[in-house]
T-cell receptor
Framework: EDQVTQSPEALRLQEGESSSLNCSYT??????LFWYRQDPGKGPEFLFT???AGEEKEKERLKATLTKKESFLHITAPKPEDSATYLC????????????FGKGITLSVRP | DGGITQSPKYLFRKEGQNVTLSCEQNLNHDAMYWYRQDPGQGLRLIYY???????QKGDIAEGYSVSREKKESFPLTVTSAQKNPTAFYLCASTPGQADQPQHFGDGTRLSIL
């Protein structure tokens, strides 16, 4: 069974304190790993897609990396507006376009 | 502006009542999805449709029904058979190319009266 595990469940940071969010996965064959940001009462907003081990993508203070077993979302010098829930999802081979999601990581950044 | 519109934002259901959640997209996407999100849980797939007039059950389809008569629209009906319908419901869509990310609407929150 395909599984996605995100850790920690919640993370509280001081503004400017860099950290990383983890997404580990156990799948039969990875076709893509997706990171989303979700604000309270809103739908998830797409951030990154990673397709193969060693790939990295960056956007402002966020950088996503991928290995054969896990992905990290690195947040450099976070600001309070980065506070949100970050979701990780995988698409596996043979699953058409279906995604399997982790439970999410709730990030709070204090000013 | 292209996007996915879900309505209503809030919905209340009485016992024994069926309710329908609307999802409309103007992105010309082929595939559409319905997810349920509960506190502390990941998104769980209810139904999905890759082309008009065709749809498949997801992981938690019991107590739900869908239709896909038009490319732009994918309504979800929560039937009285769904005994625990209180949740945040999200609709998503993606182009025909399977490796593209899914894009989401802003959800409908369903509660029991």
């Amino acid at each position: 069974e395909d599984q996605v595990t995100q850790s920690p469940e919640a993370l509280r940071l001081q503004e400017g304190e860099s950290s990383s969010l983890n997404c580990s996965y156990t799948v039969s064959g990875l076709r893509g790993l997706f990171w989303y940001r979700q604000d309270p009462g809103k739908g998830p907003e797409f951030l990154f897609t990673l397709y193969s081990a060693g790939e990295e993508k960056e956007k402002e203070r966020l950088k996503a990396t991928l290995t054969k077993k896990e992905s990290f979302l690195h947040i450099t010098a976070p600001k309070p507006e980065d506070s949100a829930t970050y979701l990780c999802a995988v698409r596996v081979t043979g699953a058409n376009s279906k995604l399997t999601f982790g439970k999410g990581i709730t990030l709070s950044v204090r000013p | 502006d292209g996007g996915i519109t879900q309505s209503p934002k809030y919905l209340f259901r009485k016992e024994g009542q069926n309710v329908t959640l609307s999802c409309e997209q103007n992105l010309n996407h082929d595939a559409m999805y319905w997810y349920r999100q509960d506190p502390g849980q990941g998104l769980r797939l209810i139904y999905y449709s890759q082309i008009v007039n065709d749809f498949q059950k997801g992981d938690i389809a019991e107590g739900y029904s869908v239709s896909r008569e038009k490319k732009e629209s994918f309504p979800l009906t929560v039937t009285s058979a769904q005994k625990n319908p209180t949740a945040f419901y999200l609709c998503a869509s993606t182009p025909g190319q399977a490796d593209q990310p899914q894009h989401f609407g802003d959800g409908t929150r369903l509660s029991i009266l």
